[in-house]
């Protein structure tokens, strides 16, 4: 390992004590591509501590400063998982918080992928090669890619509830769904009311502020936009049944595991809906088919068209080490380039795996892009992020340095093929 | 408390056989005192059970019984620390706080024997279970017809840490019951609570075993809140507890390993557990991984890996005898060949981390246990 | 007049498909660039097709009447070849009769589905040639089918060559549970052996009665009969193996005891261990679906190309594979981009999906290179096709357009594993 590897591990280790002097790291002469306000060729970004602290052509150097050499790489915000399956925590029940494990080799893999954050769900066990992922014991969160230290690891708790019961659920299942919303939103009135009288000096003498306990709460911080739901709606029918709801109750929301998207781009649209698009999810509309149906590869491009934000995933969201490269989160800015295939241009889909997703994980103020005073979460890049001979060359999380390709065994052995 | 238990108890406290009364005096002996230093020929008086003197150029008292042990090698009994001798196999019936493993020990265990003559001389037992297990207890075998002696009976807590929200919850609020409790009539805190103000205090030591370094890191997380009391805590750690070498070391952590190797990740790469450890300003002690006579015999031969690998000899050495004696509490009376201490002994065939060296005599409270009486 | 009329007709007959109007007997493609998996690679060349086979490549002159399609931008290369392909029929379950080990007489042939969707996404994925073999259940699945993904409405307009090659599979699948040979390997080794013993002497009867039929006609086994074509060295045998150890035995037993045609196929699992003697023999190895190996056979944290290791070992007879539907078909050209991503030279990999499996499958007298005389199986690429981002805008099978993005883009991709 890398000294400064090392001195990474180490310090956010040690127990805080006293009050650190602000450590400076600088990324110099790279193309920084912000993905928010453009590309700076041959620019320079600098973190102090665990943000990002300046952007510029040229920055003047705090003394002491470690400088990194940039030039000739591509220096990006790190890559976000949508989704990840087994990735940095241990299969427990309960919260995410509890179930983190900074030394997982996944998150040490996920890292050689320029992955930084990433959307994890607890598990309930069970799914497999050929069996799809059994729906998630609890809200999902978004966890970040620091080994070596549960400081920093949790970026959100809960991120996002599952209304898979919507789509697959029997009738009485779906009729809670329903039922829960409506007096979420009753609750919800409740609060503003409150509120209302409150700031008009109207309030009943001990009059407390009402709160929702148990499952309701999360459904009306959905509604209050703090949270966002995932809804898994594949085909036509489930897109249709997943819009009605959301319009109805115009809540955030992802669609999941969408392979007929393309098919209504404009009503997706003017729900204001996200997805998650697997542009290598493969689906052969039936033969008789009165209308498109099936997958497409240029379902992104068509979304995009209309105005449809989304993330991109792979074919296996795991970090795989199985044998067969290119179909998991190991290269997950390399489905960029399969969107592009299917005609997406290359600003989205950078931003799908990025900004979008960040959006997506409700944690966009903090990641996603580079500016200054988010989270140094930085990867630097030998070549085009959606060049298939591409590798990442350095990976920060939090301003730490936990990746080098030149010191990690697991590519040092592959040279740069330009 | 069973019936062979109070037994057991009663003759240990009975008066002290004839034996005792003699002086016995090792002679020519190599002594590794492990406390002060080695001694490359010397003398060791042994009377009352205790060591009475150690030193190159030590007088014979007269009347002493004389035993020229040339060519042997003397070396502290091993203070085993994470052991299940005499313990039944199974899930326990109940665990908490006030659970005693002595309650559970059958003295009279086919097991205890053999373990004495393989060098342990004195062992701390596990209450089983998971979570708040229960509070263990520290012995000194004796080999013979007579069951061990009970040093100390409330030795120590035992935590053996899960992965989840709900073991760390029932760990945090557990706490933060005795926290309340803080400044109240100890008669009043109930039996659960009270162990668990006692280790808040500092007053009693807790074992704490973790499968995961991860499962240490949430640890610390719930323990962090109690900043402002004094717990003492020593960690079972596993074999890659290496990842996280950094924090045991700011922490000054008091660690107990199994003495093995770790392999890095995807490869053969040994990377040596304790050294990393101990590097990083981490405590050490060594615990055997198995109670049975093959397991203990080992310990010596896996020391002698790790100090080939990379482990100061003088670590290695300490780690099976003063550091988890200083760990338990109990480095006044065991640990190490000096003055003052009980005289518990291995002597063997030569350098005790030579692979041909072989064990020839323990002696438990200056009792032979090995070869016999 | 008449044989104006003869002449006007036959010349009616033969026009190819490509336009409606004047009928030209030869079609020119200009392209960007022109990848020939032969000698040279060509800027701004010239592919002249006629009655279906290859008429010249080059910077050579278009003769007048001919019909030009004008690919500027555009990569031109022959049409994609995969040894290793399940999904041309009916579905996995037709393609493992797992009651025997040895089953020489069954075939993928009457499982082709001509029709089937898999084919069409393999087609407009730019593969235009796939050895449809059974499965690994069994120790020989049988043989399998060498055929066009496009081009034909029925198997036999297909079928390229038919047997492809025996299908063998030797070890880490065919293990059975008990009640036949084939537990371990010693059972599935002692298996294959007899079966090659009991076919060489049937091939040896044989041709011995064919060059002087007198006595009695020996018996005709329809279980041997293909294999006899093994030893005519007509078709190879295609080898599922694994590690190290697998490796050496498939080379021991099928190259230096019975001296037959083989491919080393897979050979994942730390089998890049054996390369060196593969290259000994101077054997085609077939890499996939596994690009790489880490985890399970190599012990120093290194994540290894697997073709990038045999190439390194001096294997040159190197292709890869789908193994589809593990990785769908039509991403065989990204298994090409992924090899070489992991180290394997850009130009070793475009052969290893055209020429070297032409070759390895005996076939390469008729496809996987563009030169003078070869079947006209050419893709066309909206740029470099390692590129994951570019992508065919036609196949051409036997000289006629089997693929038209211009006709509408065939939109799905991907799926697998």
Redesign the interface.
């Known amino acids: 390992m890398s000294a400064l590897l090392i001195l990474s591990?180490?310090?956010?280790?040690?127990?805080p004590k006293e009050e650190k002097k602000p450590v400076y790291t600088a990324l110099v002469g790279g193309d920084v591509h912000t993905v928010t306000q453009g590309v700076l060729k041959g620019g320079t970004i600098v973190f102090k501590d665990d943000k990002i602290f300046k952007i510029g052509p040229a920055v003047d150097l705090p003394e002491g400063t470690v400088k990194i050499s940039a030039a000739g790489k591509r220096v990006l915000p790190g890559f976000i998982a949508a989704l990840a399956r087994n990735l940095g925590t241990?299969p427990?029940?309960?919260?995410i918080?509890?179930?983190?494990?900074?030394?997982?080799?996944s998150i040490k893999l996920a890292l050689a992928g320029g992955i930084t954050s990433a959307y994890v769900e607890p598990s309930s066990g069970g799914g497999g090669?050929f069996g799809g992922a059994p729906p998630p014991a609890g809200p999902g969160a978004v966890i970040k890619m620091s080994y070596?230290?549960?400081d920093g690891m949790l970026l959100a708790e809960p991120s996002g509830i599952s209304l898979a019961a919507w789509i697959s659920g029997s009738p009485s299942e779906r009729y809670e769904v329903r039922e829960t919303l409506t007096k979420a939103r009753a609750a919800l009135e409740k609060e503003h009311d409150y509120e209302k009288r409150r700031t008009e000096n109207k309030l009943k003498p001990d009059e407390k502020p009402p709160r929702a306990g148990g499952p309701l709460e999360n459904y009306v911080k959905l509604l209050k936009g703090e949270l966002i739901a995932r809804i898994p709606a594949a085909h036509a029918e489930d897109l249709r049944r997943a819009l009605d709801l959301i319009n109805e109750f115009r809540f955030k929301a992802v669609l999941t595991d969408v392979v007929e998207g393309w098919t209504m781009a404009e009503e997706i649209g003017r729900a204001r809906a996200y997805c998650l698009v697997?542009?290598?999810?493969?689906?052969?509309?039936p033969r008789n088919s009165a209308h498109p149906a099936?997958?497409?590869?240029?379902q992104a491009a068509i979304l995009r068209k209309s105005g449809v934000k989304f993330a991109l995933l792979p074919?296996n969201a795991t970090v795989g080490?199985?044998?067969?490269?290119?179909?998991d989160l190991l290269t997950l800015f390399?489905e960029g380039?399969?969107a592009?295939?299917?005609g997406l241009d290359e600003v989205t889909a950078l931003e799908s795996i990025t900004i979008t997703a960040a959006e997506i994980c409700g944690v966009e103020s903090r990641v996603g892009s580079l500016e200054e005073g988010k989270d140094a979460d930085v990867v630097v890049l030998d070549g085009d992020p959606?060049?298939?001979?591409t590798f990442v060359d350095l990976t920060f999380v939090n301003g730490r340095l936990l990746y080098e390709k030149s010191k990690s065994?697991?590519?040092?052995?592959?040279k740069s093929?330009r | 408390m069973s019936a062979a238990l109070l037994l057991v108890l009663a003759l240990s406290q009975a008066a002290p056989a004839a034996d005792d009364d003699e002086c016995v005096v090792l002679t020519n002996v190599c002594i590794l005192t492990v406390g002060k230093g080695d001694i490359e020929t010397g003398t060791i008086v042994i009377h009352g059970g205790k060591i009475v003197a150690v030193g190159a150029d030590v007088p014979v008292p007269a009347g002493a019984r004389v035993l020229d042990r040339k060519g042997m090698t003397a070396f502290p009994g091993l203070v085993h620390a994470l052991s299940r001798l005499g313990m039944p196999e199974g899930p326990p019936d109940a665990t908490g706080a006030s659970q005693l493993a002595l309650d559970d020990l059958n003295p009279l265990s086919d097991a205890l024997g053999p373990a004495a003559r393989c060098g342990v001389t004195t062992f701390a037992i596990q209450p089983s279970g998971v979570g708040i297990a229960g509070r263990g207890a520290i012995l000194k075998s004796s080999g013979g017809a007579r069951g061990p002696q009970v040093v100390e009976k409330s030795a120590f807590l035992r935590i053996v840490l899960q992965t989840g929200t709900a073991p760390k919850d029932a760990l945090r609020q557990a706490l933060e019951g005795a926290r309340k409790a803080f400044d109240a009539d100890r008669k009043k805190v109930d039996e659960k609570t009270l162990p668990l103000l006692l280790f808040l205090k500092g007053e009693l030591p807790a074992i704490v075993e973790a499968g995961t370094p991860a499962e240490l890191l949430h640890f610390w997380q719930v323990l962090d809140a109690f900043s402002d009391c004094s717990p003492r805590v020593v960690i079972a750690a596993p074999l890659d507890a290496y990842k996280v070498a950094g924090a045991l070391g700011s922490r000054k952590s008091r660690v107990i390993l199994r003495p093995y190797l770790a392999l890095a990740p995807f490869t053969r790469e040994r990377i040596n557990n304790a050294a990393e450890l101990e590097r990083a300003g981490a405590q050490v002690a060594f615990a055997p991984i198995s109670d049975s006579p093959e397991g203990l015999q080992g310990i010596f031969f896996r020391m002698g890996e790790l100090v080939k690998y990379g482990l100061s000899r003088e670590t290695a050495l300490r780690g099976l005898t003063l550091s988890p004696a200083e760990m338990l509490g109990i480095d006044k009376r065991v640990g190490s060949i000096e003055a003052g201490k009980d005289a518990d002994l291995i002597l063997f065939s030569g350098d005790p981390l030579s692979p041909q060296a072989r064990i020839r005599e323990v002696y438990i409270d200056g009792r032979p246990v090995l070869p016999g009486e | 007049m008449r044989i104006l009329a003869t002449l006007l007709l036959v010349g009616a007959l033969l026009s190819p498909l490509f336009s409606q109007q004047a009928p030209s007997r030869v079609v020119a493609i200009r392209a960007g660039k022109i990848f020939t998996a032969a000698e040279k690679t060509y800027d701004n060349g010239v592919i002249l097709i006629e009655d279906g086979k290859i008429k010249a490549v080059g910077d050579v002159e278009i003769p007048a009447g001919a019909e030009v399609l004008e690919f500027p931008t555009a990569w031109a290369t022959p049409g994609l070849v995969d040894l290793h392909c399940h999904i041309a029929g009916t579905g996995l379950r037709d393609i493992n009769e797992m009651v025997h080990p040895i089953n020489p007489e069954l075939s993928t042939r009457p499982t082709i589905d001509p029709d089937s969707d898999y084919l069409k996404d393999a087609l407009a994925g730019g593969v235009t040639t796939v050895l449809y073999i059974p499965g690994s259940g069994t120790n020989i699945s049988g043989f399998g089918t060498l055929m066009h993904t496009g081009g034909g409405r029925t198997i036999d307009e297909l079928i390229v060559r038919f047997p492809g090659a025996m299908k063998v599979a030797q070890a880490w699948n065919p293990e059975r549970m008990g009640g036949d040979l084939g537990m371990s390997r010693m059972g599935m080794w002692w298996a294959l052996r007899e079966v090659l013993e009991e076919a060489r002497a049937y091939h040896e009867t044989w041709t011995a009665y064919e060059k002087e039929p007198k006595g009695t006609r020996p018996a005709k086994r329809e279980d041997l009969e293909l294999m006899r074509g093994l030893f005519q060295r007509k078709w190879p045998v295609i080898i599922h193996t694994a590690d190290a150890r697998d490796v050496m035995a498939t080379v021991r037993i099928f190259h230096d005891e019975f001296k037959l045609p083989c491919i080393v196929s897979h050979g994942e699992f730390g089998g890049y261990k054996a390369a060196a003697e593969i290259a000994k023999r101077n054997l085609p190895a077939n890499i996939g679906p596994r690009t790489y190996d880490w985890t399970l056979m190599v012990q120093d944290g290194h994540c290894y190309g697997i073709a990038a290791k045999y190439l390194e070992a001096g294997v040159k007879k190197l292709s890869i594979n789908t193994d589809s539907p593990v990785v769908p078909e039509e991403e065989l050209i990204v298994q090409a981009a992924m090899s070489v991503r992991l180290g394997l030279p850009e130009e070793v990999a475009l052969r290893a999906v055209t020429i070297e499996p032409a070759r390895a499958a005996l076939i390469d007298q008729r496809l996987g290179s563009l030169e003078p005389g070869k079947d006209a199986d050419i893709v066309i690429w909206t740029g470099n096709p390692l590129d994951v981002r570019n992508r065919p805008l036609m196949s051409i099978i036997g000289g006629k357009i089997a693929y038209d993005e211009r006709k509408g883009r065939r939109v799905t991709f991907g799926g697998g594993w």
């Open positions: 591990v180490l310090l956010a280790q040690a127990a241990s427990a029940p309960g919260k918080a509890d179930a983190l494990d900074p030394f997982s080799e090669v070596g230290t549960l697997e542009p290598r999810g493969k689906e052969h509309a099936g997958s497409s590869i240029e074919p080490t199985g044998g067969t490269a290119g179909r390399l380039a399969f592009i295939r299917g959606f060049d298939y001979r065994p697991y590519y040092s052995h592959l093929p």
